[in-house]
């Protein structure tokens, strides 16, 4: 579901009808005053009636105007009206809330409008450099227009990114005509595009190269689009720098799409170019990981035979991967001790050694290595601590606040206005002013103020602040109860256990609804609209369409987490997988490696993001079993060998003691 989570620019209807706060259930919000929540309530009106334009919002507003959020609604009111809003309003507006984060966007809005309006001397009049790219281009475009032509220095600084707005077209064919942009330049550029992956920039630039530098520039697009037909065609390029450039990159991008098409035309292809050391290994790593992600049997001959210039961290861990899979235990051992040293430190490769040694018939041995990472709060610490016969080192802290650096920072202004956007719902900008607001405060400061977030209910600040060192211990506020009542009724009602619910919110959005990833999946459980109507329609439930509730989130969250246990045995660590990657990857995998226990199953995914975000999930769902019960189910017990249905954990079911001595933690 949740690839790189974002976070909506748009308002949410719902959160800005009752506030964040409220919405989610604040399990230690302070109570606001009944003067400033009849200023909240009053505000969310009247921005709803900015939003729309015009001054109707002033007689909604009549008793906000020493609200610290009054800013928000002339500028929403404006935003609305850009189109025909004259120079002068946008001005009185920017010189009476200078540094206020409305006023920064109205002046990048209101520049792009005049921009495209061609009214470039107010565009110069407003404008200052570090607004962004596309502006950066306008400027240009308006210094163009009034007849001021251009050097390389007004270029040199947005020639450094691979890709440019639209807004750089007309200054980019202007520099063209005029000399400007030399080959040297065309190719440093390109270069930048090819390192960034953009055939569209190398597409574009080419059409100003002539002759064998605009092929070579060809080969390149078509190495980055199409890499199987570029890996077909290029046995018939010459010989060059560049054409063995674009065939080294369409080699690495065809491994990655289809690693026996790879390996098929290898042979032409090295035969053919004089490809420089570094390429051919590149080449050849490429082709190695990509075999061993796919599990073909020679991968891990490959692997053991990719010679010591082409190896890296990622092939020596492939290299284990593939001998677990096999559960070839002697070649595990020996991938296991070729891996760098720092590899060799982190949690994982600690168990799998661990976990080898019991394998190979030392038990002992096995058994003490496991009972140094049961020390860990982790995935692998809760399956070593199974293994050991351990209870689970989970070991929480309290925050040790101060009152009087918390009121003080409740008493800046910048930061009373990001608490206030919290409470009404304007989610991304309370963000966005929460790092203004501690723009350049120590540590202490941002841990102060995150604690104060975790109390008002605002999780996603304390989650995000307390990931690092020993505040990892402040389990209460990284792993919060937020609405505990409607998460562990929708999760019984769904037939799944609570814990695991709260785990899969936790690790998709860090608890914040209005989270919006690049694949189009929203909210807390984060959901892909179309699978949400499924889901709504399956189980006869209305939904309109809004997935930024979380009331209607987690309902048909908990629906669709059941939905995928029901196809794979109830197991969560595939529904997991499957909630991340899709259903029919995870049918695949089982196909492939169905017959492996759990643990190896979850080592052998062949996605990392995927690898990654079950073993959080389950680990998640330990932490949060004790942090509702006191106790927690095994892991192992959550983690059946596939084939063998699972039951959700009830009243019955034995749970492991957590402890905490000097040794853990």
Same mark, same amino acid.
């Given at each position: ?78 935003? %609305?009206? @850009? *189109? &025909?809003? $004259?120079?002068?309003? #946008? ?8 540094? =206020?984060?409305? /006023? ?95 055939? %569209?920039? @190398? *597409? &574009?630039? $080419?059409?100003?190269? #002539? ?8 080969? =390149?697009?078509? /190495? ?98 593939? *001998? ?118 120590? *540590? ?222």
């Amino acid at each position: 579901m949740l690839r790189l989570p974002g976070f909506r620019r748009i308002v949410h209807p719902a959160l800005l009808a009752c506030g964040l706060a409220a919405c989610l259930g604040a399990q230690a919000a302070t109570a606001p005053t009944t003067t400033r929540q009849a200023q909240r309530d009053a505000f969310r009106k009247a921005y709803a009636a900015a939003q729309q334009g015009g001054t109707a919002w002033q007689a909604l507003a009549t008793h906000l105007k020493s609200y610290p959020l009054y800013p928000w609604l002339p500028a929403a009111a404006l935003e %609305h009206d @850009i *189109a &025909t809003v $004259s120079t002068a309003r #946008v001005e009185r507006y920017l010189k009476r809330y200078p540094d =206020l984060l409305p /006023a920064h966007d109205l002046r990048r809005h209101f520049l792009a409008e005049l921009a495209r309006r061609k009214d470039w001397s107010d565009f110069r009049h407003l404008y200052h450099p570090g607004l962004g790219t596309a502006l950066a281009c306008d400027a240009l475009q308006g210094k163009l227009a009034q007849g001021k032509p251009l050097a390389w220095k007004d270029l040199s600084t947005i020639w450094q990114h691979a890709a440019l707005p639209a807004a750089c077209t007309p200054v980019q064919q202007w520099a063209q005509v005029h000399g400007l942009l030399t080959r040297q330049r065309l190719w440093q550029r390109i270069d930048l595009a090819v390192d960034a992956g953009n055939p %569209h920039t @190398i *597409a &574009t630039l $080419s059409r100003w190269l #002539v002759g064998d530098d605009k092929i070579q520039a060809q080969h =390149l697009t078509m /190495a980055l689009r199409d890499p199987a037909t570029a890996a077909d065609q290029a046995q018939h390029w010459v010989d060059n720098t560049r054409n063995q450039q674009a065939a080294t990159l369409a080699m690495v991008r065809l491994a990655r799409q289809d690693s026996d098409q790879a390996d098929h035309r290898w042979p032409a292809l090295r035969s053919h170019f004089h490809f420089s050391s570094a390429q051919t290994d590149r080449i050849r790593r490429a082709m190695a990981v990509f075999t061993a992600t796919d599990f073909t049997p020679d991968a891990l001959s490959l692997l053991i035979h990719l010679p010591a210039s082409a190896q890296n961290a990622v092939t020596r861990e492939w290299r284990v991967r593939v *001998a677990l899979a096999a559960q070839n235990w002697p070649a595990a051992l020996a991938a296991i001790n070729a891996l760098d040293p720092e590899q060799k430190k982190s949690a994982e490769w600690r168990y799998w050694h661990a976990r080898v040694l019991g394998e190979l018939g030392y038990p002992k041995a096995a058994k003490r290595a496991y009972t140094r990472l049961a020390h860990q709060a982790t995935y692998y610490g809760f399956l070593s601590a199974d293994r050991a016969g351990l209870p689970y080192a989970i070991c929480p802290i309290t925050f040790d606040g101060d009152s009087q650096q918390e009121q003080a920072l409740l008493h800046r202004p910048a930061m009373e206005r990001a608490f206030e956007l919290f409470y009404v719902g304007l989610l991304h900008e309370a963000r966005r002013v929460w790092v203004r607001a501690l723009d350049g405060s120590s *540590a202490r400061m941002h841990q102060l103020a995150a604690q104060l977030a975790w109390q008002r209910g605002w999780y996603d600040r304390a989650i995000r602040t307390f990931s690092y060192g020993h505040l990892k211990h402040l389990y209460r506020e990284r792993f919060p109860l937020a609405r505990q009542d409607h998460v562990s009724a929708q999760a019984r009602a769904a037939g799944i256990a609570p814990s695991w619910a709260y785990a899969i919110i936790r690790a998709e959005s860090a608890w914040a609804p209005d989270a919006l990833s690049h694949a189009n999946a929203r909210g807390l459980m984060q959901l892909v609209p179309d699978t949400a109507r499924l889901i709504a329609g399956r189980h006869g439930m209305d939904f309109d369409g809004d997935l930024y509730d979380p009331q209607t989130n987690i309902a048909l969250g908990t629906r669709y987490l059941a939905h995928l246990a029901a196809k794979f045995d109830n197991a969560p660590y595939l529904a997991s997988a499957a909630y991340n990657a899709g259903p029919d990857h995870v049918a695949a995998w089982l196909a492939q490696r169905g017959k492996l226990a759990p643990d190896l199953f979850v080592a052998t995914i062949p996605y990392h993001e995927t690898r990654d975000y079950v073993m959080r999930v389950m680990a998640y769902s330990v932490i949060y079993d004790w942090r509702l019960h006191g106790s927690a189910v095994a892991l192992s017990r959550r983690m059946p060998v596939w084939g063998k249905t699972y039951t959700p954990p009830d009243a019955g079911t034995p749970r492991k003691s957590v402890a905490c001595t000097a040794d853990h933690g």
